[in-house]
């Protein structure tokens, strides 16, 4: 089943129904990239739920998702699609002598011995479906400019074959860390979306979405030290799926407050780096214990 | 069919669409169109590239949202046209300013005034309840209730500054108004339980508000002189390095934490497919198994990243205060990156501070461990290059060598001292490469007692008080050894 949502309020409930709390901007450009057939390029620091839109997105328009992971060295092989050479030299070994070379290479580049990769399955497949192009600013510039045929017109070109073109159009998301800058020709072809490390009350009601459970006194504190942590200058900042997860191993351990002794046992769920714990341990570690002596106080 | 990858035709092109709209002499008659072109017009003259193809976008974006409500609209348009943190910082200060004049223009065009209902509003000001409308404001900024706070703006305005009254400064009037209405960051204790004022209001939620303060009155003193003020555009300084000691760390910290993460990734990008890569044998061999012995696909030596042995000098005297910030924390960012550094503090004389980068994680410590004990200011406080080259020149000599780089950070101003730029040069000639940077623009450059030129004839100087430039630097630092000259 497929869908096409007439208003931006209905992309972000249905964001919501499977679990996902977009805000407005999210919602807005997913339904504008939706309606307008455009390809949007989310970036945004790691970990703030960039591949998990488009997870969500393909769930909640009922679109299978196909997903290219990037990385240094990706090339169309691995990408676009790839003649399967071992099918190729069977059937050219299998032929009898007398069979002319022309007849041969006809069969041979035919798409039975075509290998379909991430992008190809996309632009071919009967129904359309979510594309994910994930981290694209791992890749090289070479590769960008590949894409570029693909995200204005939604075709690809093979030599043997000629043209294939989209009989749906996908709804195709790249995500990129910022880590080099996107060549402008890319850019020009997107929307584009900025997500940032969710406010306190936004992750807050994240938290409280996929731990219900947990007190909601608790989950406040949470969502405090996590934006504290942020707020140092560490190698890996905790992402919202780790404050998540933060939530729900504090719920098993059935803890009832977070203070130093709490924290240090489960920091290293949102901290993952050696020099990292040192600091949080040194700068965190000390302010729960002066809040919590302060808290203490007021209770007793 | 893809718009051309060239900049310049489209920008011609929207030149001649905005053009064409200029004959209808007010701007409102031409439609929301028009508007737009000027807006993106605009949003170039900022910097920001912008194409005619996103242009294009916006206008077939905008029929599908319900885009008579403002922040739609913006996030609409802001979404097809800003493409990076950084434009949409300028698309940010350009909407408000653009759409804001846009509107006032037109009033004025029209005679549209506030001043007939305006009288209404002077009567009803003396009913306002000041005490519920603090309240108001408060729930509103702690709601970030948009559109009630530019009401509200207008209300206080209304009750605490009478027409005619201001002292001529915005900045001034908005301070006042504030303090009346007692919108503080900290808990106040005499306000009932769910008031949002017990926990106090977010910083944030404030400024907001000011903002919302600031452009009410300015609206009003465009209908009281009918005329716009003359167009501002933003400080070239808004986008300069955050440097400044009025701006915060923070501000450091994150073009840094970001140029760190870029260096991890830097020179990356030109592995691969080099043209003068080696073929990997071994990779090849194995590759072809696949099609039967025979190597189709060849596999390549990966070309690994430059990352040469650094000597990084800085200047921390006080002409380059508001730089040396900056410059120290990128010190401390590349010395994550480069194994190989030795980092160089001076003014009158040069003191090494290599130990204090490594054992120091933190910014703020470095840079107190630097003021105390460095000891580079000797009596007068100012920059002596010759005698900082002698003493470095003596320091390192015998560790320079052809496949060392130096960058140097300085103003290059001598304050009428010797410059020995002959010590500089044969530090310069040992060393394999050399870089100045630059923290005044080129403009600046050989003036008053600047000697730039007497250095540059020995290394490559480059003007650096953007972090695009700066950026820059690092390409080239990093760029692998074929590709450069």
Redesign the interface.
């Known amino acids: 089943m497929s869908t096409t949502p007439e208003?931006?309020d209905e992309i972000s409930a249905g964001l919501i129904e499977v679990g996902y709390l977009p805000d407005?901007?999210t919602s807005?450009?997913a339904?504008?990239a939706n309606?307008?057939g455009?390809p949007i390029?989310v970036?945004g620091p790691a970990g703030v739920g960039k591949t998990q839109l488009a997870k969500s997105l393909a769930e909640t328009l009922g679109r299978e998702l196909v997903r290219l992971q990037c990385y240094?060295?990706l090339d169309e092989?691995k990408a676009l699609y790839e003649w399967n050479?071992?099918k190729q030299?069977l059937r050219i070994q299998a032929e009898a002598q007398d069979t002319g070379w022309q007849q041969v290479q006809d069969d041979i580049f035919g798409e039975d011995f075509l290998l379909e990769r991430p992008l190809m399955t996309a632009i071919s497949s009967a129904d359309p479906v979510v594309l994910l192009i994930d981290e694209i600013?791992?890749?090289?510039?070479?590769f960008e400019a590949m894409l570029?045929e693909l995200l204005?017109?939604f075709q690809i070109s093979i030599p043997e074959l000629g043209r294939i073109e989209a009989s749906t159009t996908p709804l195709v998301l790249l995500t990129s860390?910022?880590?080099?800058?996107l060549t402008?020709?890319l850019?020009?072809?997107?929307?584009?979306?900025?997500i940032d490390y969710p406010s306190l009350e936004h992750e807050l009601e994240i938290v409280r979405l996929h731990a219900p459970e947990l007190d909601e006194k608790i989950a406040r504190r949470l969502v405090e030290v996590v934006a504290m942590v942020r707020d140092l200058?560490l190698k890996k900042p905790p992402s919202i799926a780790e404050s998540i997860d933060w939530a729900r191993a504090l719920l098993l351990l059935g803890a009832t407050d977070i203070d130093t002794k709490t924290f240090n046992e489960t920091m290293s769920i949102i901290v993952k780096h050696r020099?990292d714990i040192d600091?949080v341990a040194e700068r965190v570690g000390v302010k729960l214990d002066s809040n919590g002596d302060g808290s203490g106080a007021a209770a007793s | 069919m893809?718009?051309p990858?060239d900049?310049r035709p489209s920008r011609e092109a929207s030149r001649r669409a905005a053009l064409f709209s200029e004959p209808l002499a007010n701007p409102l008659d031409a439609g929301l169109t028009a508007h737009l072109v000027e807006f993106g017009e605009e949003l170039r003259g900022e910097g920001v590239?912008l194409?005619t193809?996103?242009l294009l976008?916006a206008f077939?974006?905008l029929p599908?949202?319900?885009w008579n409500e403002p922040?739609?609209f913006r996030?609409?348009l802001?979404?097809?046209l800003?493409?990076?943190?950084e434009d949409?910082a300028i698309f940010d200060l350009v909407f408000e300013r653009f759409f804001f004049r846009a509107t006032e223009l037109a009033a004025l065009n029209t005679g549209i005034g506030e001043a007939g209902s305006g009288s209404g509003d002077g009567e009803g000001s003396s009913e306002i309840d000041i005490e519920a409308l603090r309240e108001q404001i408060a729930r509103a900024i702690a709601e970030q209730n948009e559109g009630a706070l530019r009401d509200l703006a207008r209300l206080a305005i209304a009750a605490f500054a009478q027409p005619g009254e201001g002292s001529g400064v915005l900045g001034v009037d908005v301070q006042r108004i504030r303090r009346s209405l007692e919108l503080r960051t900290e808990p106040q204790g005499d306000v009932p339980e769910d008031d949002p004022r017990a926990e106090g209001l977010p910083r944030e939620g404030i400024r907001r508000f000011e903002r919302l303060l600031r452009q009410e009155l300015e609206r009003q003193q465009i209908e009281r002189t009918s005329m716009l003020p003359a167009a501002r555009p933003l400080h070239e300084l808004d986008r300069a390095l955050p440097s400044g000691p009025l701006q915060d760390l923070a501000s450091v910290?994150r073009v840094v934490?970001?140029l760190k993460?870029?260096l991890?990734?830097?020179g990356?990008?030109?592995?691969?497919?080099r043209r003068h890569a080696q073929v990997d044998i071994r990779r090849t061999m194995r590759a072809s198994l696949?099609?039967?012995g025979v190597p189709?696909?060849l596999r390549y030596r990966?070309v690994r990243p430059r990352r040469p042995e650094l000597f990084v000098i800085c200047d921390v005297s006080t002409s380059v205060t508001s730089a040396s910030v900056f410059f120290l924390s990128v010190m401390h960012a590349l010395h994550d990156s480069f194994r190989k550094m030795r980092s160089f503090v001076f003014i009158e004389r040069v003191s090494e501070v290599t130990e204090v980068f490594e054992r120091e994680?933190?910014?703020k410590a470095v840079s107190e461990v630097i003021g105390r004990d460095a000891g580079v200011a000797d009596i007068s406080g100012y920059t002596d290059y010759g005698r900082v080259w002698g003493e470095l020149l003596e320091q390192i000599q015998d560790e320079l060598h052809p496949r060392a780089t130096v960058i140097v950070l300085g103003d290059a101003r001598t304050n009428g001292r010797a410059p020995g730029a002959e010590l500089f040069a044969q530090i310069a000639s040992r060393s394999g490469r050399t870089y100045w940077l630059n923290p005044e623009p080129r403009l600046y450059w050989n003036y008053g007692d600047s000697v730039i030129d007497s250095y540059a004839q020995y290394c490559e100087a480059y003007e650096c008080w953007t972090t695009a430039q700066l950026e820059n630097f690092v390409k080239v630092l990093t760029a692998p050894e074929a590709t450069r000259p």
Do not use: M
């Open positions: 208003r931006p407005a901007a807005l450009v339904f504008l309606k307008l455009k390029l970036e240094e060295g092989a050479y071992r030299l600013d791992k890749t090289d510039q070479e570029l204005s017109d860390n910022n880590s080099r800058e402008e020709a850019k020009r072809r997107c929307l584009y979306l900025w200058d020099t600091i | 893809p718009p990858p900049k590239a194409g193809s996103e976008d077939s974006a599908e949202v319900a922040t739609l996030e609409t802001a979404a097809t800003a493409k990076s943190p949409r910290h934490t970001q993460r870029r991890k990734t830097q990356q990008e030109h592995r691969g497919h696949q099609t039967g189709i696909t990966p994680r933190d910014f």
